[in-house]
């Protein structure tokens, strides 16, 4: 079971421990600046570039990905890096006799990148390839498009890749100061499990933290607020025009923000299974793959951030969007999903899914990191099970019964198929 011990580390970098009985050693340094922070350090898309530019050389690692990556995967092991609005994360995979040495290479990356001129004009070239790659297809397209759809002006509201025209304005001197208004060791944390010794743990952090940049930054130990999002615009349909042939349709409502509590992202959580428990058996593949033959892979998605978010149905789909909206309102309404059978089922997807996880040292980091990006806090298994089956059926019925058209925010992305 998830169950991190938070420890205060070196230098106050809180560190989340579980120690479990397992060859991997997993590690997620979390570092929370983001794509909300882009405006301000110079441009859309800015620290979308420290996912990348670090593997190219650090202080201590300069030799670029054969001193960087390349150690870890030598050994067996792996490593990967994400960007989101609020965080970047930098995660490695490896056994337990090379962990240390893991933990410094990621901590080179996280504070030390060299930011050289030819590896910057190489790492352009292959964040243009990206861009382009998500703006292939009709669904990743409109995930990069939403935010700004949603939530215009804000620092949230663009995605995390930023466009070819923001990314070529970027040069080494922005990068830099990019880097040092946005990254110093009160803005880390470190998620680490596998079967090593506490005392071990905090000497090696200790001798990687002590690098770190220390600039006088405001610290972060969360998700940062950037200030209350645009009003929803409750029972309206937008639609934009896009180069596809399929369209994309959405259907949203709003999650406040978290401080309000974590019980609207809990209650979201629920009803994410009441819509998808059972994958193609779920009510929303039987109702719009199955019956409706409306999309291949309908989903339900949720975004949550300290200043509020949004959950609901997506589908991509090549008949009339309309039908989409249609069928997904036919699912809210249907008594199947408010059925006692069908949340007893639920709930048994719940419990099974917690009682499953054995140990697994990148599972756990993964999943721990995302639980403190997403509530503010790391919620151990037996907590989150506790809240989930602690819902009952007229709770759990009276929140279906709320979402309603004069509550949702219905999107189209409308492809000329």
């Known amino acids: 079971m998830i169950d991190f011990e938070r420890i205060r580390g070196p230098f106050d970098v809180p560190i989340y421990f579980q120690r479990l009985p397992v060859n991997t050693v997993s590690l997620n340094w979390l570092v929370f600046v983001g794509s909300a922070d882009d405006e301000q350090a110079g441009g859309q898309g800015i620290y979308h570039w420290f996912e990348h530019i670090p593997s190219r050389g650090t202080e201590s690692f300069p030799g670029g990905y054969r001193d960087t990556e390349a150690r870890l995967v030598r050994h067996g092991g792996e490593s990967d890096a994400e960007t989101g609005s609020t965080h970047t994360a930098f995660s490695a995979k490896v056994p337990r006799r090379v962990w240390p040495e893991a933990l410094e290479i990621l901590a080179e990356m996280v504070g030390r990148p060299l930011l050289r001129l030819d590896d910057i004009e190489a790492e352009r070239e292959v964040i243009l390839q990206e861009i382009s790659e998500w703006h292939s297809d009709p669904h990743s397209h409109s995930v990069c498009e939403l935010p700004g759809v949603l939530w215009p002006g804000h620092p949230l509201g663009h995605d995390q890749l930023g466009s070819a025209t923001h990314l070529k304005a970027i040069d080494a001197n922005l990068l830099r100061q990019a ?17 090593i010794e506490r005392s071990q743990l905090m000497d090696v952090a200790a ?3 002590e ?20 009003p929803w615009q409750a029972g309206e349909t937008t639609t934009i025009e896009s180069p596809y042939d399929d369209s994309v349709v959405y259907l949203l409502f709003p999650i406040p923000p978290l401080t309000e509590g974590i019980a609207s992202c809990l209650q979201w959580d629920f009803l994410a299974e009441v819509f998808s428990a059972g994958e193609l058996g779920s009510p929303l593949n039987r109702l719009i793959r199955e019956d409706a033959r409306l999309a291949y892979s309908p989903d339900f998605i949720s975004t949550t951030h300290p200043d509020g978010g949004f959950a609901g ?23 199947d999903i408010r059925s006692a059978d069908w949340l007893d089922y639920v709930r048994d997807t719940i419990r099974g899914s917690i009682e ?34 602690g819902f009952g059926d007229d709770e759990i019925a009276q929140w279906i019964t709320e979402l309603v058209p004069s509550a949702a925010r219905a999107i189209i992305f409308q492809g000329r198929g």
């Open 356 to 389: 499953m996880h054995d140990p697994d040292a990148g599972e756990y980091t993964e999943e721990g990191a995302a639980s403190l990006i997403h509530y503010g806090r790391c919620l151990p298994d037996s907590e989150y099970r506790s809240a989930l089956l």
């Open 179 to 195: 880097h040092a208004s946005g990254y110093s060791r009160n803005r880390m944390v470190l998620f680490i499990a596998g079967d």
């Open 313 to 335: 149905l997506v589908a991509q789909t090549s008949a009339e969007p309309q039908r989409v909206l249609d069928a997904f309102w036919d699912l809210i309404r249907s008594p």
């Open 207 to 209: 001798h990687c933290i």
């Open 211 to 230: 690098r770190m940049p220390d600039n006088p930054l405001s610290p972060r130990e969360r998700a940062a607020n950037y200030g209350k999002i645009p």
